[in-house]
């Protein structure tokens, strides 16, 4: 499974857009990309994913670079709730592993 | 979105005791699924991966007889940590790979504290 590199940190205000970066450089043709959250001692949500288009659902939206090697989530009003570590992952869809970097832990400060 | 339960949701035991976590899936089959650990202030780290029918299979550097897998359904398979030490102390969270949806869903996460 091709890695991904995120920031370790970030901080938003409560409100505002929450815009998370994700380097995959190195994405194969057939691989998603995946983001998750995880809120302190709780098992990961699932957020949000997509192969090349932009994809919107109810939590979040997802814009993939025409060239996939990046992304980004954005959570259009964060909230206190949104308060976690976000992790992208790539991996095929079918039978592919979910392999978890360090992801980015978003603070959210009212 | 898709319900998948641990139990217990947190466990204390004695040094060289063992314990068994159990993972269901309450509203749909499975086809694979997984094991993670996460140590304090760290990722997860996937330790395996089953079949339902079939024997797990083991990433590099976990034990296969120290944490004994059993995938006996498409809704349940269950986690042993047999004989276990302080430094099994751990996160555990299992994970549903759906057969209809192709997505992975997780637990809650049960909570080891080996004393």
């Known amino acids: 499974d091709a890695k991904t590199t995120q920031p370790t940190s970030m901080d938003c205000a409560e409100g505002r857009a929450a815009n998370l970066p994700c380097n995959h450089s190195?994405?194969?043709?057939?691989?998603?990309v995946y983001w998750y959250r995880q809120i302190h001692s709780q098992g990961p949500q699932y957020i949000i994913h997509?192969?090349?288009n932009n994809e919107t659902n109810e939590m979040a939206s997802l814009i993939i670079t025409e060239d996939r090697k990046s992304s980004t989530l954005i959570l259009p009003h964060a909230t206190l709730r949104d308060t976690a570590v976000y992790y992208c992952?790539?991996?095929?869809?079918?039978?592919?592993?979910?392999?978890f970097g360090q992801g980015t832990e978003l603070s959210v400060k009212p | 979105g898709a319900v998948v339960s641990q139990h217990p949701s947190w466990v204390i035991c004695k040094s060289g005791t063992s314990v068994k976590i159990e993972c269901r899936s309450l509203?749909?089959?499975?086809?694979?699924m997984f094991w993670y650990r996460q140590f304090p202030k760290q990722s997860l780290m996937l330790m395996a991966t089953?079949?339902?029918?079939?024997?797990?299979?083991?990433e590099q550097g976990v034990e296969k007889d120290k944490f004994l897998i059993n995938h006996a359904s498409l809704t349940l398979s269950t986690l042993t940590v047999t004989s276990a030490h302080p430094e099994d102390s751990s996160f555990y969270i299992c994970?549903?790979?759906?057969?209809?949806?192709?997505?992975?869903?997780f637990g809650p996460g049960t909570r080891l504290t080996v004393t």
């Open positions: 992952i790539v991996r095929v869809r079918q039978g592919g592993k979910l392999i």
């Open positions: 190195t994405i194969s043709g057939n691989e998603y």
């Open positions: 997509g192969l090349k």
């Open positions: 509203d749909f089959q499975a086809t694979t």
């Open positions: 089953s079949n339902e029918g079939s024997k797990a299979t083991y």
């Open positions: 994970s549903f790979f759906a057969r209809d949806s192709y997505e992975q869903y």
